[in-house]
């Protein structure tokens, strides 16, 4: 039994990291977070929410959360 109740037990150990970058929008670049196992993985993600590699110029970095 987990000791608090509100997290489920199969993701008590699976604590993923955050990371941050800056994203290209119509309005200018903003930094966005999201978390993620890896850098690439959250490079992808930028990627399909902020409309192509040319919107992540930057390569995301780890920020404590």
Known sequence: MSSNPTIPTIFK???MPMYETTV??????EKKRVY?????EA?????QMYGGPRA??????IVPS
């Open 13 to 15: 150990d699976t604590i």
């Open 36 to 40: 993620a196992d890896t850098p690439q």
């Open 43 to 47: 490079r992808k993600l930028f990627e």
């Open 56 to 61: 992540v110029p930057y390569i995301p970095k």
């Open 24 to 29: 290209r929008t119509p309005q200018g670049e």
